[in-house]
């Protein structure tokens, strides 16, 4: 039988186990002998979600698909849902226990009979969501755990924020219905999406501009991107010219309807002023203007009466193509980092260009008043069109001082039950939100955003802005992210603690609980005849949160500047950094840099050790798909690491040879022609060390992840395997002196 008691994510409330094992069947058995599954004629959709869900669970585990009926005697063993379930002894006074929430639920399993109801629809649903957890079969039996469960959520609100990136702009209407289906298990209920958002210049000399649904009456708003990487599976360069699929697909509406059916809320999440240069751009009419009238192509004029007209267009259409027709209620505007930025202009990256517009309407006005106006007007303008909750963040009202004028102005609009303010801080200490307002709170942190960077832990962040959050009154948690299942930890974190602040236990207890759930106890090995002190799964995470733990931030941005992604920025150009030049140069010495070195073997042995536990674990976890996914990204995660590190001390290894060669070139030919062969062959090694992370990577990442996070490690492989060849044609022409190639290039 499973652990009890059982390892479940969300913890429940309240539970109660007796140790006893209730059998649903034997794998094989005929379709008569397994438990039907009765609901009311009258069950809501949601119910009929629950019911068909835990079919799907029995026959994934080899039972028989049960019938579902309505008609099935009270005293006939069954699987019951909802008001079904009520006519069964107890049941009522169980779910009596339960505060009035709309997601509370009592769960009874006893010889014969299943019971679950929820004070509404969405109660039975989370508690088929638990039931599902439950069930697990232990060699040809199908068994769940005898007990109670009284469970409510303490936050009313909780899931996640898919930023519109690399990685997100490739995921088919399929990998966003397997998201929705994965945060459902761990009772999300709310998805943001990322619809429009824009940054500064970065790939190929061009601004970071997304956007992901397509307007039919504004064609020329587009995004189109390349990519290009290398791909160790075919051995060539690959190269993707594209549009987001969402966009020339248009399924926004189709993920709308489908989380409603999973009890998921989804909200575009549409930016602006800050993060905007697409639409100003095209639009140069919207546009912030300089104080002499041109347009920057950056942030709104606000004053401006075509600035609302064509936001309110597109606000419009999305709306009635994509959220009108599903039932889809729910927006984001964002309005976050409303700041000037070096990197905006693409002619001249570093000018610092300000998306508040100069213009003499907008020169004269105060950019708090500015700014409460245009969020204001627009809420407005969404809740006539059926908008019933609008979520923005945080910092721009709070940075001009303008939160409390623009709760007083929600209220003299009668809009104040409308607002959510999210308070996001992925960072120590937690941001705490400000209930004497009357606005509606969520907090943010953190879940996983740099899928191309080494992996992050946001334990800390999670758990500490949970909790500021439920003692200040929060009715909801969201986390910012990138999809990547290997986030999947921080996720499990943030519906524990989203779900249960009162029972759950601190933050030790939920990774210690995480690692029995991915390896549990009973497959500890022995090492030299000794037993380990804690259990495999613990002393995993210890390796890990060694060198993926966002908190430890030094050591975290060590390890990924030795990765391309900042230096894709403004900034590192302006400084005349090259990647990756002068990382290596850095590391050798070759510019002074402090060596950094040791510090970064020491990460790399931590992460062999946790990629040797997470291939042992791998090969005693046959059976169960989802734990054997997790592991899977961990050692692509813990290779990739690996593997880089290996790059850079061959290539180091490549730079002591190299001099010795320099150094002998005219006195001892001979001596100095080994070197530098050394030298090539260190090269060779470099490369190769990056080709194997890139197939790591390749054979584990989803596929819409890949093309981003292989791009950023081709640049390094390609530069080692330039290296190499270098070498070895100086090799082959043997000039009077050796050049210094390292530093240059």
């Known amino acids: 039988m499973p652990e009890v008691p059982p390892l479940l994510f969300p913890e429940p409330q309240r539970a109660h186990w007796s140790g006893a094992a209730v059998s649903l069947g034997r794998a094989g058995a005929a379709e008569s002998e397994t438990l039907p599954i009765v609901l009311p004629q009258d069950a809501a959709p949601l119910e009929q979600e629950a019911a068909q869900l835990i079919a799907n669970r029995l026959v994934a585990l080899g039972l028989p698909r049960p019938a579902l009926s309505s008609g099935v005697p009270v005293e006939q063993p069954a699987i019951r849902l909802g008001a079904g379930a009520l006519a069964l002894p107890g049941m009522a006074e169980l779910l009596d226990g339960v505060p009035d929430r709309p997601e509370g639920y009592a769960l009874r399993i006893a010889l014969g009979t299943i019971a679950l109801v929820g004070r509404t629809p969405e109660g039975t649903y989370s508690a088929a969501q638990t039931l599902v957890q439950l069930l697990q079969r232990q060699d040809e039996n199908v068994l769940l755990p005898a007990g109670e469960v009284q469970d409510w959520p303490d936050l009313r609100y909780r899931g996640l924020y898919v930023e519109s990136k690399w990685g997100p702009d490739l995921m088919t209407l399929e990998d966003w219905c397997r998201l929705i289906d994965e945060m459902a298990a761990l009772k999300f209920n709310s998805l943001g999406i990322g619809v429009y958002g824009c940054w500064v210049v970065q790939y190929d000399g061009r601004r970071t501009e997304f956007l992901m649904v397509p307007f039919p009456e504004h064609p020329e708003l587009k995004t189109p991107k390349v990519i290009r990487w290398y791909s160790p599976a075919s051995g060539t360069w690959q190269s993707l010219d594209y549009l987001p699929r969402m966009f020339t697909e248009d399924f926004l509406g189709q993920i709308v309807a489908y989380g409603r059916r999973r009890n998921v809320r989804v909200r575009p999440h549409f930016n602006g002023p800050g993060h905007n240069t697409l639409i100003p751009s095209v639009y140069p009419e919207v546009s912030a203007k300089t104080a002499e009238g041109t347009p920057t192509g950056y942030g709104y004029c606000l004053t401006s009466e075509a600035t609302y007209r064509l936001l309110f267009s597109l606000y419009d259409s999305l709306i009635e193509r994509h959220l009108r027709p599903h039932g889809g209620t729910w927006w984001h505007m964002a309005m976050d980092e409303v700041n000037p930025y070096v990197g905006i202009d693409p002619r001249d990256e570093t000018r610092a260009v300000s998306p508040w517009c100069e213009c003499p309407q907008c020169r004269g006005r105060d950019r708090a008043e500015l700014l409460v ?13 059926g908008i019933t909750d609008i979520t923005l963040w945080n910092d721009a009202l709070e940075k001009l001082g303008a939160l409390e004028r623009f709760a007083e102005r929600l209220r003299q609009r009668g809009l104040l039950q409308h607002v959510v303010v999210q308070w996001w801080r992925y960072s120590e200490p937690p941001l705490e939100p400000r209930p004497e307002t009357g606005v509606r709170a969520w907090v943010t942190p953190m879940a996983g955003y740099w899928s191309n960077l080494f992996h992050h832990s946001y334990l800390t962040n999670i758990y500490s802005m949970l909790a500021g959050g439920y003692d200040r009154g929060a009715e909801g948690a969201d986390a910012y992210c990138i999809y990547d299942p290997a986030y999947h930890r921080n996720y499990a974190c943030l519906a524990e603690y989203a779900w249960n602040q009162t029972s759950t236990g601190d933050l030790f207890q939920f990774k210690s609980k995480y690692a029995r759930w991915l390896v549990p106890p009973d497959e500890q090995s022995s090492r030299g005849g000794v037993r380990t002190r804690f259990g495999p799964g613990v002393e995993l995470f210890d390796r890990l949160d060694h060198i993926f733990d966002s ?52 990460a790399h042995g931590f992460a062999e050790t946790a990629r040797a536990r997470i291939q042992d674990a791998l090969a005693r976890t046959e059976s169960d798909d989802a734990k054997r996914r997790v592991l899977q990204e961990y050692n692509a995660e813990c290779t990739k690491l690996i593997e880089v590190v290996n790059g850079y001390a061959a290539a180091l290894s490549a730079v002591s040879a190299y001099r010795r060669a320099q150094q002998g070139w005219k006195e001892n030919r001979a001596e100095a022609q080994a070197a530098l062969q050394s030298a090539a062959t260190s090269l060779d090694k470099a490369a190769a060390a990056v080709r194997e992370a890139l197939a790591s990577l390749e054979r584990t990442k989803a596929p819409f992840l890949l093309p981003h996070t292989l791009r950023d490690l081709s640049e390094l492989y390609a530069y080692f395997a330039a290296l190499a060849a270098a070498a070895k044609q100086l090799l082959e022409q043997l000039p009077d002196t050796l050049p210094d190639f390292f530093t240059l290039g």
């Open 373 to 385: 106006d245009f969020a204001v007007r627009s809420i407005e303008h969404l809740v006539g069109r």
């Open 551 to 602: 908190s430890y931030e030094p050591l975290g941005t060590l390890l990924d500047s030795l990765l391309y992604y900042w230096y894709t920025y403004p900034a590192a150009r302006a400084a005349g950094l090259r990647y990756p030049r002068d990382v290596l140069a850095g590391l050798a010495g070759l510019r002074g840099a402090p060596r950094a070195w040791p510090a970064i073997e020491r």
